[in-house]
């Protein structure tokens, strides 16, 4: 299971689940992102095509990429749609599963090697809070932090709301335990719009930047930093091609929220004002 710091999906993303059962008007997916809550998938939602027999589209313990429909907390049900995700919004969301648990088998370790060291009992949970949720906080995502220490050493962990205590033993796990992808260039980019649902058409907007590339080589990632700000993330194996996937991206974005009552600003981290 990868955790994450809310405890419900929000409308429009892509959640990775478990199927748990299979009934005939549809189907449960338990959110492994989200405390294990479940979700449901009307028959619906399951295919494009006529479902005559919903097993021959998902059975149980099947992992699949779904599309948040709706949440409602106080009742305690999430709708989701498997058929509304794209190709390319679930080769994204499977790397960005697959980056988590690269992330979570760190902080395993970290809490493992803390525990031998301090004659503690330190959970993974103790871990996430320590360390893993302020790692997000500071590099959008926890791998990514482990990337940046793996490339800069502990110097990177500076003034991240991390104690000393961990600095050491994760720059040991990441020097140790993190390989670099080939080139990763990053930027910022703002996004404002003024629409009643103006969020579900900012995540609009950014995953038709997402989708907009789609090079098997390339991998692009982008994370909240802090409402309206995310950050976009390019690795490839060329730095020229990582600089026009990017601009390629932000223009696909700006021209998508343009045409939604909004707009957008990108810029280099180094350039913030």
């Known amino acids: 299971m990868v955790k994450k710091r809310r405890r419900w999906p929000e409308v429009g993303e892509h959640v990775v689940g478990t199927i748990s059962r299979v009934e005939p008007h549809g189907a449960y997916a338990i959110l492994d992102e989200y405390e294990n809550n479940e979700g449901m998938i009307h028959i619906s939602e399951v295919a494009a095509s006529w479902v005559r027999n919903i097993r021959n589209f998902v059975r149980e313990r099947q992992k699949i990429v779904a599309k948040v429909l709706n949440v409602n907390e106080k009742k305690g049900h999430i709708d989701l749609s498997i058929r509304r995700v794209t190709k390319n919004a679930k080769l994204q ?91 990763n260039i990053s930027g910022i980019i703002e996004i404002h719009c003024y629409k009643s649902d103006g969020i579900i058409q900012i995540q609009k907007a950014l995953q038709g930047g997402i989708e907009s590339v789609s090079e098997d080589e390339t991998e692009i990632n982008i994370y909240l930093i802090g409402s309206p700000k995310y950050k976009i993330e390019v690795f490839t194996n060329n730095i020229k091609h990582a600089e026009t996937v990017i601009q390629k991206v932000t223009k696909k974005i700006i021209a998508i929220i343009s045409k939604n009552k909004g707009f957008a600003k990108f810029y280099k981290e180094e350039e913030e004002e």
């Open 93 to 183: 969301k499977v790397k960005q599963w697959k980056r988590s648990q690269k992330a979570e088998n760190l902080l395993e370790l970290a809490a493992k090697k803390y525990n031998d060291l301090n004659g503690t009992n330190l959970t993974l949970d103790d871990v996430y809070e320590e360390v893993g949720w302020n790692m997000e906080i500071a590099f959008g995502d926890i791998l990514a932090g482990f990337e940046e220490v793996k490339q800069k050493g502990s110097t990177a962990l500076t003034d991240k709301n991390i104690s000393a205590k961990w600095e050491k033993i994760l720059t040991d796990l990441a020097e140790t335990n993190v390989e670099i992808p080939h080139v």
